[in-house]
């Protein structure tokens, strides 16, 4: 995600007062539905759950601190997977979720964070757009590939998608000449390549005849939010991400959302002032018992 350069070294805040590790922790679990009391119960609470937070994992548990559908399904930090997986009520009803709400085009589903699926919220999923597509349009994946930033089995599989689409698996596979099983982890790779850069989206998972996923044109399949990336300037990209994150997670360092995000450091650091001097966030904050400073949601 970290394309172009960053602008220059942002002015240094001044400190913010103190806050309270204990508060700030309780507040991020709150949101996170760390209780039992506030666990997901059906697929309208987990909505509601995407668009608070902004994104959300389905299963992983992401270091710098990104909510988790699994978690907030079952109510509690770190749970711990379960023998018998095909037979939980949580795991069921996480999986469910995540395959139910990206088909009704509810939410974005791939793999956006470091190569992890992730939902995002339609609002945030522009920013996305903006900072990953920029102006591009589908057909540009051409573009992509003349300047080599696109492998050719990436490339074939577009080819395939622009002439039509959607497809399922075994029909891609087929049109891109990859049905063998020792071709198996190359088209898995251009796959992943391909939604990373978000050219393409998974719409569907299908149970019978036999396991399968549905593939279209990411802009085909969500217009709108594709057409409002295309609009956005980088800044404006940066600083709803951030604000979005941050209004779920609650607090950050500027190292970790460079971390968590691939962006550079200097581009993290000038969000964090435009988004504080708007009083979205506090910046510098010292954290008691905590080493270093942090920033803070203001909500």
């Known amino acids: 995600m970290a394309r172009g350069a960053g602008p220059a070294r942002a002015r240094r805040l001044r400190p913010a007062a103190e806050a309270s590790g204990a508060a700030l922790a309780a507040a991020r679990r709150a949101a996170f539905r760390h209780s039992p009391s506030r666990r997901i119960r059906s697929e309208h609470a987990a909505l509601g759950f995407v668009n608070a937070v902004g994104i959300c994992s389905t299963f992983y548990r992401f270091p710098e601190g990104v909510a988790c559908l699994w978690e907030a399904v079952v109510g509690r930090e770190r749970p711990r997977w379960p023998r018998r997986s095909h037979h939980d009520a949580g795991i069921g009803l996480t999986w469910e979720i995540k395959d139910t709400l990206p088909a009704r085009r509810q939410v974005y589903y791939g793999k956006l964070l470091k190569s992890r699926p992730v939902l995002v919220a339609l609002d945030l999923f522009p920013a996305f757009v903006a900072l990953v597509r920029r102006r591009q349009h589908a057909r540009d994946y051409r573009i992509e590939y003349e300047a080599g930033r696109l492998s050719l089995t990436a490339k074939r599989l577009m080819d ?61 399949w969500l217009p709108e939010p594709v057409a409002e990336g295309r609009r956005l300037s980088r800044a404006a990209a940066i600083d709803r991400l951030l604000a979005r994150y941050l209004g779920g997670a609650r607090y950050s360092t500027p190292a970790r959302l460079s971390r968590l995000f691939g962006l550079p450091a200097g581009e993290v650091a000038a969000a964090v002032t435009r988004l504080a001097s708007r009083g979205a966030l506090r910046a510098e904050v010292e954290v008691a018992g905590w080493s270093g400073r942090f920033v803070v949601s203001a909500r």
């Open 160 to 220: 395939s998608l622009i002439r039509e689409s959607p497809q399922c698996t075994r029909g891609l596979r087929a049109e891109g000449d990859m049905l063998d099983p020792g071709k198996t982890r190359e088209f898995e790779r251009a796959m992943a390549e391909l939604q990373q850069g978000l050219w393409i989206v998974k719409t569907e998972e299908r149970y019978e005849p036999s396991f399968s996923y549905r593939w279209d044109l990411l802009e085909r």
